[in-house]
């Protein structure tokens, strides 16, 4: 675990770390678990399937997929999560988020999901300055959404806005959300739109909101609020380069495995990812994020070593490797004068 100490700070390798996403305590959030299984139909709302209606149809898919995520975990060499009854609740969880990320080397952490706004609220508090967060939305077009986004960018000072587009009742392109991206604008934070397979192993593959061409409409209307589209946009990477060129307030995230390449027609490896939008788009529209959630886990160090060594074995340069994994997400987040610990990288 190469993390010098520069100028009295954490580094990994010499680069300050802040990762742009998180999720806190996703047992324990209805908003993620409910991506955990099951499809949504054309109108948003849950669709019966045979597996529901048969006991029997039931059980055999959850046995399915607690077999893939048993089997994805142990080719990443992560341990299982840890049982309910070992949940230290919300401050034993922050604490221990404060020391893991400490124990990585990483200065600054903005977590997207809570289990609620005023959840997410008090954990930045408990973060003493280490935490950034999110507002989380499950659906942008449902009545009172532009009300909690005011409350949450105005009055709990939450940093961003992170909506799953697979759980939204009409597509993103509605103008009906318009209200909620003015307020993006008028608080200048980012919105950080899940486009794209979700949830884990038998989760959401497709439905009508899934797809982020759709964005272009609402990047274009509102020119001054990033979108940051995670995971590199996931299989729909020929929309996202697209889109990327036509609106240039749209960004990705690197965050996750990135196991999603596996199962795309062509061949493709994070390392294509990393080079095809840093050499189209350069290094200020890519921001790390690790996707870190569960304990005993804790933060996927492996995401973070695995993507610096693809730009170091890229030939970035120091400077831009900073952009990526620390710089942009400062921008976003609004971090005032941050600067990394080795001001020559600034």
């Known amino acids: 675990m190469h993390n010098p100490v520069i100028a009295g700070r954490p580094t990994v390798q010499g680069i ?13 959030d209805p908003l993620t678990r409910s991506l955990s299984g099951g499809q949504l139909g054309a109108s948003g709302g849950p669709a019966e399937s045979i597996c529901d209606i048969h006991a029997g149809g039931l059980a055999t898919r959850e046995a399915a997929v607690r077999e893939t995520s048993a089997q994805w975990r142990r080719s990443w060499d992560f341990a299982d999560p840890e049982a309910a009854e070992l949940d230290r609740g919300s401050l034993g969880e ?38 950034s967060g999110m507002a989380a939305m499950a659906d942008p077009f449902a009545p009172g959404a532009a009300a909690a986004a005011e409350r949450a960018f105005g009055e709990l000072g939450l940093r961003g806005l992170k909506i799953f587009a697979p759980l939204m009742t009409r597509r993103i392109d509605d103008p009906g959300a318009d209200p909620v991206w003015a307020l993006a604008a008028q608080y200048n934070v980012p919105v950080l739109i899940h486009f794209g397979h979700c949830g884990s192993a038998g989760g959401i593959a497709h ?36 889109l990327m060129w036509a609106c240039p307030n749209v960004i990705v995230d690197t965050s996750g495995s990135n196991q999603w390449v596996r199962y795309m027609a062509q061949k493709l490896t994070l390392e294509d990812l990393f080079r095809r939008f840093y050499e189209t788009f350069g290094p200020e529209r890519v921001v790390f994020g690790s996707d870190s959630s569960w304990f005993p886990r804790g933060f996927a160090r492996r995401y973070l070593t695995d993507q610096l060594r693809i730009c170091w074995e890229m030939g970035m340069p ?12 400062a921008r976003l987040l609004g971090l005032g004068d941050w600067v990394p610990a080795d001001s020559t990288l600034a």
């Open 16 to 28: 300050s770390i802040i990762d742009f996403h998180l999720h806190f305590r996703m047992g324990q």
């Open 94 to 131: 922050a604490l221990r988020w404060r020391e893991e990320l400490a124990r990585n080397g990483v200065e600054h952490a903005a977590f997207v999901t809570a289990g609620g706004d005023g959840e997410m609220r008090e954990l930045v508090e408990r973060g003493e300055g280490q935490f």
């Open 207 to 242: 439905n009508d909101f899934i797809e982020p061409a759709w964005l272009e409409a609402v990047a274009k209307r509102f020119p001054s609020v990033t979108f940051v589209i995670p995971h590199f946009g996931i299989q729909h990477v020929q929309q996202v380069l697209f």
């Open 318 to 329: 120091a400077r831009d490797i900073q952009a990526i994994f620390g710089g942009n997400a």
